[in-house]
């Protein structure tokens, strides 16, 4: 995989990283300003590589795997555009190894420590019960389950997932009280959502949960406060 620098005739520059086979373009490139087609441009500077670099290595048919394959998506670096690249044809550009997205920093939730991966889990043993029970209630899933028992499943998934959530880093108790009222407030506007809805898209069965949960959070940064307010006066 290289990173070739196409200059198109319009004066759009644009990049891309292309697996050349036999220095040649797998697939098709189109400027994105003016869309002309910029496959024959891209060809030359492969041609032009590969009379100046060493010879490629062969291309063994793990290559073609469809794992190794090009990506059809054409990526355009805005970058590029700032600072003309030099187009010099005699050297071959840096191969870039392609580095993995900086990790997402974790969240703190206002407690302590970051959620670990065990911590999270506790967030799908909350919204599981609560997802599955509003949509018992609503009549999405035909089974027949007596409401109370739907509640005591989402009460547990409550305490177990909020305590899940917390452990570790802060008072139990407080992750399992938070657990319980996200659940129900979660079960809640999810059932009220969907008993006025014939279908429900995945992404609204996610914006009930969360409007539903929101007394939840609510309540976990009023526990917080507490529990810090009572922290700093004790000290
Ligand atoms: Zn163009």
New binding site residues.
């Given amino acids: 995989m290289r990173e070739l620098k196409v200059q198109?005739?319009?004066?759009?520059k644009f990049k891309f990283d292309v697996e050349p086979v036999n220095n040649q373009m797998p697939f098709t490139v189109a400027?994105?300003?003016?869309?002309?087609d910029?496959t024959e441009k891209a060809n030359l500077l492969l041609r032009a590589q590969a009379g100046a670099a060493p010879a490629p290595m062969p291309i063994s048919p793990a290559v073609a795997a469809p794992s190794m394959a090009p990506q059809p998506a054409l990526r355009v670096n805005p970058v590029a555009y700032a600072a003309p690249p030099p187009i010099a044809a005699a050297s071959p550009p840096p191969i870039r190894a392609s580095s993995p997205p900086p990790k997402a920093s974790l969240k703190h939730d206002g407690w302590g420590q970051a959620e670990s991966d065990f911590n999270k889990k506790g967030s799908y043993v909350v919204l599981v019960p609560a997802v599955l029970g509003g949509m018992v209630s609503a009549g999405y899933i035909p089974i027949e389950i007596p409401p109370l028992y739907i509640f005591i499943a989402i009460a547990l998934g409550g305490l177990v997932g909020g305590y899940i959530n917390i452990l570790g880093r802060g008072p139990v108790w407080a992750g399992m009280i938070v657990g319980v009222v996200m659940g129900i407030g979660g079960y809640g506007a999810l059932y009220w959502w969907m008993q006025n809805h014939n279908s429900v898209r995945k992404y609204e069965v996610s914006i009930a949960f969360v409007v539903g949960a929101a007394p939840g959070f609510g309540l976990q940064y009023l526990l917080q406060w507490l529990l810090k307010r009572r922290g700093s006066a004790e000290s």
Avoid at 8 to 12: E, R
Avoid at 31 to 36: G, Q
């Fill in positions: 198109c005739d319009c004066g759009q400027c994105p300003v003016c869309a002309r910029g």
